[in-house]
Each structure stands twice: as C-alpha cells, then as structure tokens.
C-alpha cells in the first residue's frame, strides 16, 4: 500500500513539473511575439545590414577610384607620349 501512495506522488510531482516547464514555454513564446521584441530584433537586424551594407559599398568605391585612378594615369601617360 506504501508503494502506491509513493508512486501516486512521483506520478503528481512529475505532472505539475510539466505542466511547470509547459507554461514556462508558453510564456517564453508570448514574450518572442510581444511587439517590442518583434521590434528590437527587426531594428537590430536592420542596424546590422546597413553597417554591412555601409562597408560593402566603402570597400567597393575604394576599389572603384584605385581602377579609376589607374585608367587616369594611363590616359595622361598616353597624352603625354608623342608615340612615334
């Protein structure tokens, strides 16, 4: 009879444990579809891809002027030379 009694309350510690962690992730869950963590995270996000973005184009012009400078370069060195 004692076994019983002890597993009846293993089983009742186990189910109000689960039914513990289930509301624990449906709060979890709430909070990631609160507006203002929709919004931190999409503003995060968009900081992040323009800093990115802001680099890619910095990196990309300073290649642009060097090809450009070269061509300038090249087209004053041919001006300058008389040729044959």
């Given at each position: 009879m004692?076994d019983?009694r002890?597993?009846?309350?293993r089983?009742r510690?186990?189910?109000?444990?689960?039914?513990?962690?289930l509301h624990?992730?449906?709060?979890?869950?709430?909070?990631a579809?609160?507006?203002?963590?929709i919004?931190?995270?999409v503003?995060?996000?968009?900081?992040?891809s323009?800093?990115?973005?802001h680099?890619?184009?910095?990196?990309?012009?300073?290649?642009?002027?060097?090809?450009k400078k070269?061509?300038?370069?090249?087209?004053?060195k041919?001006?300058?030379?008389?040729?044959?």
């Open positions: 004692e019983l002890l597993e009846k309350e089983v510690f186990e189910i109000v444990k689960a039914e513990a962690d624990t992730g449906y709060r979890n869950i709430l909070h579809f609160t507006f203002q963590n919004a931190s995270t503003i995060n996000e968009l900081s992040s323009s800093s990115v973005l680099k890619a184009f910095s990196f990309g012009k300073s290649i642009l002027a060097s090809r070269k061509k300038q370069e090249k087209a004053k041919a001006a300058g030379d008389p040729g044959l």
